[in-house]
């Protein structure tokens, strides 16, 4: 069993920036994928960003040039720097992981293994 808990969300005005972070611990597998999904109210879970045990980084369009993600395998954890924030990033964001599969990796919610409970971000105009 892999538990995965976000933290870093919270209320921030349009143009600011959060830093995300996820970390897992229990029965964590080898060289997991990791990714960042988010849902806003009404709306389906969107792929936003992933990255692999090697380092290998993929973004959803709409947050290309304004999020990265990066890990740090020593310490099983997970981040999601988000800079110019719009009011269109609030959401619920979540952080995924999953064995380790072909690339690139996949962008549907229903492919991923194991889920965080998610942590609010709000932005506000």
């Known amino acids: 069993q892999v538990q995965l808990v976000e933290s870093g969300g919270g209320l921030v005005q349009a143009g600011g920036s959060l830093r995300l972070s996820c970390a897992a611990s229990?029965?964590?597998?080898?060289?997991?994928?990791m990714a960042w999904f988010r849902q806003a109210p009404g709306k389906e879970r969107d792929f936003v960003a992933a990255?692999?045990?090697?380092?290998?980084?993929y973004y959803g369009d709409s947050v290309k040039g304004r999020f990265t993600i990066s890990r740090d395998n020593a310490k099983n954890t997970v981040y999601l720097q988000m800079n110019s924030l719009k009011p269109e990033d609030t959401a619920v964001y979540y952080c995924?992981?999953?064995?380790?599969?072909?690339?690139?990796?996949?962008?549907?919610?229903?492919?991923?293994?194991?889920w965080g409970q998610g942590t609010q971000v709000t932005v506000s105009t």
């Open positions: 990255i692999t045990y090697s380092g290998l980084t």
């Open positions: 995924a992981a999953t064995p380790a599969s072909s690339l690139p990796p996949s962008t549907y919610w229903y492919e991923y293994r194991y």
């Open positions: 229990g029965s964590t597998f080898s060289r997991p994928l």
